[in-house]
């Protein structure tokens, strides 16, 4: 899980760092394009086919649709504010994931859960501070693409047990792909000829991206998922740590209140349902 969350934080450094000189529809199309290359490839190697009825499935439909949202909204954050700010708004995530498992399964979730999950959600707000002078309203990009990530980890739930990693991460890529081409569309941007480093930029995220989403599963189907899951939350330090080094970005005391709350509000229902308590 360490690893998974390495790796993630390190993609997205690196999508950020292409953007500069690539437009996000480009990025989206070739990260996704490259990822369900791989993907396919592994799965071939493996002998699993990429095309069942499972696939076709409403979880996974819906999985499609939340996985677009979440990549499109969130690579468009990591161009247009801070690193460590949209890894710290993506890190309530789980919170978000724990709710929407009350509303939309039917999993018992009591007062002091629900008060956690209150506490994470303000944790975004002190973050986002909406209403003061310092509120972008392009923070809510982050935002967004959290909710979409949420959504489809609900999905990834509901969807056919059958489907195994290598099927589950051609799809996701595929759908960051379409992302691309929705972004394409509506902002008419034409593609360019991408210079060396952002070449590599790209190369990297893409390997970053698939050796991450191979270790989350492996971690996610091997292990303890109260005992994995607490360690998604060193994303944060990675995100927040490379904001700073990389890009020169600078901490402010909400966004460390907010990141505090948003730990402790996941930590604490990850504890209670470990417990099985309410």
Do not use: H
Request: include cysteine; charge should be positive; charged fraction near 10%.
């Amino acid at each position: 899980m360490v690893a998974a969350m390495a790796g993630f934080t390190f993609e997205d450094a690196l999508i950020k760092g292409a953007s500069s000189t690539i437009p996000i529809a480009q990025i989206l199309v070739t990260f996704g394009a490259g990822g369900a290359l791989v993907f396919a490839g592994l799965a071939r190697w493996a002998g699993e086919s990429l095309f069942t009825p499972e696939v076709q499935s409403f979880p996974m439909r819906l999985r499609v649709v939340f996985e677009i949202a979440g990549r499109l909204f969130y690579v468009l954050a990591l161009a247009l504010i801070p690193l460590s700010a949209a890894t710290v708004i993506l890190q309530a995530t789980p919170v978000v994931v724990v709710a929407a498992a009350a509303l939309v399964f039917g999993e018992r979730v009591g007062w002091r859960r629900w008060s956690a999950i209150l506490l994470g959600m303000a944790g975004v707000l002190v973050i986002i501070r909406p209403g003061t002078d310092s509120f972008s309203m392009l923070s809510l990009l982050a935002v967004a693409g959290m909710l979409g990530f949420a959504g489809r980890d609900l999905a990834s739930r509901a969807a056919p047990a059958t489907l195994g990693t290598n099927v589950l991460g051609f799809y996701g890529f595929l759908a960051v792909a379409m992302a691309g081409m929705i972004v394409s569309f509506w902002s008419d941007a034409a593609f360019v000829l991408p210079e060396n480093r952002a070449c590599l930029f790209l190369a990297g995220a893409v390997l970053c991206g698939v050796c991450a989403y191979a270790c989350l599963m492996k971690a996610m189907r091997t292990g303890e998922v109260s005992a994995v899951t607490p360690f998604r939350y060193v994303r944060l330090i990675f995100g927040v740590a490379l904001g700073v080094l990389l890009f020169g970005e600078r901490l402010t005391a909400p966004m460390l209140l907010g990141s505090a709350m948003i730990v402790l509000s996941g930590l604490f229902i990850m504890w209670r349902s470990a417990s099985k308590g309410a």
